[in-house]
């Protein structure tokens, strides 16, 4: 069975600083990562996904995730902070198997301080 | 292209009485999932739906049901509404041919609130 583990609910930086938000996933085959965002009072926008190949992905608005087989983990991160990535963040994992079945993460929220 | 939508936005009924949500995906998509979120319970996948075929079920009681039509746009329906299906629920759309790892485009979201 998949799983995600999304390290701390909660994560504050100071603009300008380094984001990291850290996911572990669980899955018995090789599997189908991503990262999303909600800001409040609307759905999921997608970040980044890695499906095959390089393991470094990048996204929008500046965030890149790791795919790491052997911590398996993908931890997003930013290299600085902006206002305007207060959000919460889901990691979700996907072992392509039979469809768009996708396991979430708890979440974690993000604030930036001025 | 226009987004997925979902209608309505807000909804509050009362405990017994049932409910349709209704999703429209983004025109070409065949793939339609739909996904409870809830404070205490976090995003949990209740169905999907392509070319009007349940393709994946959650974990969820046979009170929550949908339905895909010829024209992708999918329904959802909760019988006997319980305090607990008190949620926002979002609906994603995929591709075309709704391949692994395609991504997903989220709508807004429904708020239900159950009294």
């Known amino acids: 069975a998949q799983s995600v583990t999304q390290l701390g609910s909660h994560v504050s930086v100071s603009e300008g600083a380094l984001v990291l938000l850290r996911c572990n996933y669980s899955?018995?085959?090789?599997?189908?990562l991503f990262w999303y965002v909600q800001y409040p009072n609307q759905g999921l926008q997608l970040l980044l996904k890695?499906?095959?190949?390089?393991?470094l992905v990048k996204g929008i608005n500046g965030f890149e995730a790791e795919f790491k087989k052997s911590e398996t983990s993908f931890h997003l991160t930013k290299p600085s902070a902006h206002m305007s990535d207060a959000a919460e963040y889901f990691c979700?994992?996907?072992?392509?198997?039979?469809?768009?079945?996708?396991?979430f993460g708890a979440g974690t929220r993000l604030f930036v301080k001025a | 292209k226009a987004g997925v939508t979902q209608t309505p936005r807000y909804l509050i009924k009362t405990r017994g009485q049932q409910v349709t949500l209704s999703c429209s995906p983004i025109?070409?998509?065949?793939?339609v999932s739909w996904y409870q979120q809830t404070p205490g319970q976090g995003l949990q996948f209740l169905f999907e739906?392509?070319?009007?075929?349940?393709?994946n079920k959650g974990n969820f009681p046979g009170r929550f049901s949908g339905r895909q039509f010829s024209n992708s746009r999918s329904e959802m329906n909760v019988s006997t509404l319980e305090l607990g299906d008190s949620a926002l629920y979002l609906c994603?759309?995929?591709?075309?041919?709704?391949?692994?790892?395609?991504?997903?485009?989220f709508g807004p979201g429904t708020r239900l609130l159950v009294l």
């Open positions: 890695y499906t095959t190949g390089a393991t």
């Open positions: 025109s070409g998509h065949r793939s």
């Open positions: 994603a759309s995929s591709s075309v041919t709704g391949q692994r790892g395609e991504t997903q485009y």
């Open positions: 899955s018995s085959v090789p599997p189908y």
């Open positions: 739906y392509f070319s009007e075929t349940q393709r």
């Open positions: 979700a994992v996907s072992d392509g198997t039979g469809g768009f079945k996708t396991i």
